[in-house]
């Protein structure tokens, strides 16, 4: 591909994933859903005008290292300390449940292996992929009903947060064992990850002293994100480079390091300017690039079908579950398992991972914007269905004229 082709494909493909972002929140949809009906419609799937070159990947790649940055940056570790024990028992079995049911659900439709075996890693990826919560959509719609600061609101929240470190966990562990790591078996794989946060806890510690003196002495200046970013790519660089693990788990813990800077917020700002201008949108209208429906038939079509019902119920079943045996009434439980529903970026860039290290084919990504989408739609309409059943009625007083 020549340069004024790139040129061509990066102007139509940033203008119609901002177009079709802007039409999907118009009508109450997350933004990145239009982005991937934009990649869908100028791909191979629709109109075949924008193909998936070898730089449009890797500047879907840069997009999802900075969009796990800044979900790094984004953590409250506060708040994690505050919730304990309920909202980390709460976001396991939120994990624990998808995973095994997303990978029984795989098995069922395409053959089951033996543990270890290629088969039952593919399955297991489709479990990871329904293990992750976007809490977003449910922040927005808790926010609307003024449920946000009360106890199930913070729980959800809380849970969503602690969801997300276990899922990098889990992902990081799948994506380890697959290729040459499954003849190395799972205590290498173990080893290797462990030993990669060690070293992590160990640098980060170090660096976030640096980021603090240079923070403190040269506050509001480019150079803080400008060296941020650097520690973030060179982080990810090494975890697959060296321990085998996914770059974004890298560029995570590069967040995670430096979430309690006071310029936090302005590192946010000036990586969210570069990353929703650019990097982002092209992340997401490139899982639209690689979306293919002309393989779908009656089988893939039943088990994106399935993998949607399978992927909401197990969230209310692990979720809701749990937190009746926290202590928490039945329909507090019932509120916190729909608030789990919700999926969004995490569940795609764990599909685009496993799409690179060979465990998920393109074929799959119908399935999982499908999830997406519903899960969008429907997690604040039930939301709101069950806030309304809790508003008491108010009686007239008899007394009154």
């Given at each position: 591909m020549d340069n004024v082709n790139i040129l061509f494909e990066l102007a139509v493909l940033l203008f119609a994933a901002k177009m079709f972002g802007l039409?999907?929140?118009?009508?109450?949809?997350?933004?990145?859903?239009?982005?991937?009906?934009?990649?869908?419609?100028?791909?191979?799937?629709?109109?075949?005008?924008?193909?998936?070159?070898?730089?449009?990947?890797?500047?879907?790649?840069?997009?999802?290292?900075?969009?796990m940055f800044q979900a790094g940056l984004g953590t409250?570790?506060?708040?994690?300390?505050?919730?304990?024990?309920?909202?980390?028992?709460?976001?396991?079995?939120?994990?624990?449940?998808?995973?095994?049911?997303?990978?029984?659900?795989?098995?069922?439709?395409?053959?089951?292996?033996?543990?270890g075996s290629e088969q039952f890693l593919k399955g297991l990826f489709i479990g990871t992929i329904m293990s992750a919560t976007s809490v977003s959509i449910t922040v927005a719609a808790l926010k609307e009903l003024g449920g946000l600061?009360?106890?199930?609101?913070?729980?959800?929240?809380?849970?969503?947060?602690?969801?997300?470190?276990?899922?990098?966990?889990?992902?990081?562990?799948v994506i380890s064992m697959s290729g040459s790591s499954m003849e190395t078996g799972i205590g290498t794989v173990i080893i290797k990850v462990v030993l990669f946060f060690v070293i992590a806890v160990i640098s980060g510690?170090?660096?976030?002293?640096?980021?603090?003196?240079?923070?403190?002495?040269?506050?509001?200046?480019?150079?803080?994100?400008?060296?941020?970013?650097?520690?973030?790519?060179?982080?990810?660089?090494?975890?697959?480079?060296?321990?085998?693990?996914?770059?974004?788990?890298?560029a995570y813990v590069a967040g995670v390091v430096l979430c309690n800077l006071s310029d936090r917020d302005y590192i946010e700002k000036k990586i969210d300017t570069s990353a929703y201008m650019v990097f982002a949108p092209l992340f997401f209208a490139g899982i639209g690039l690689k979306t293919s429906i002309s393989s779908m038939n009656g089988v893939l079509l039943a088990f994106s079908i399935c993998f949607v019902i399978v992927a909401l119920v197990s969230k209310v079943i692990g979720c809701g579950l749990s937190s009746r045996l926290l202590g928490f009434?039945?329909?507090?439980?019932?509120?916190?398992?729909?608030?789990?529903?919700?999926?969004?970026?995490?569940?795609?860039?764990?599909?685009?991972?496993?799409?690179?290290?060979?465990?998920l084919t393109s074929d799959y990504f119908t399935a999982v914007i499908l999830l997406i989408l519903v899960s969008s739609i429907i997690t604040p309409v039930l939301l709101k269905k069950q806030y309304q059943k809790a508003v008491p009625v108010s009686v007239p007083d008899k007394n009154t004229d």
């Open positions: 039409l999907a929140k118009k009508i109450g949809a997350p933004e990145v859903v239009g982005e991937i009906i934009a990649g869908l419609v100028l791909g191979p799937a629709v109109f075949n005008i924008v193909g998936d070159s070898d730089f449009l990947s890797v500047m879907a790649e840069i997009g999802v290292i900075m969009l409250d570790l506060k708040e994690l300390k505050k919730t304990g024990l309920k909202a980390t028992v709460i976001a396991c079995a939120g994990v624990a449940v998808p995973m095994i049911l997303g990978t029984i659900l795989f098995m069922l439709f395409y053959g089951f292996g033996s543990p600061n009360d106890t199930v609101g913070t729980t959800i929240t809380s849970a969503a947060i602690i969801d997300d470190v276990i899922g990098i966990i889990v992902l990081t562990v510690y170090l660096v976030n002293k640096g980021m603090v003196w240079l923070d403190k002495n040269h506050p509001h200046t480019r150079r803080i994100p400008i060296i941020s970013l650097s520690y973030c790519l060179l982080l990810g660089f090494v975890a697959e480079k060296y321990f085998g693990i996914a770059d974004i788990t890298g009434d039945g329909k507090e439980s019932l509120k916190i398992g729909i608030g789990m529903m919700a999926r969004g970026e995490v569940a795609l860039i764990t599909a685009q991972k496993g799409l690179s290290c060979g465990l």
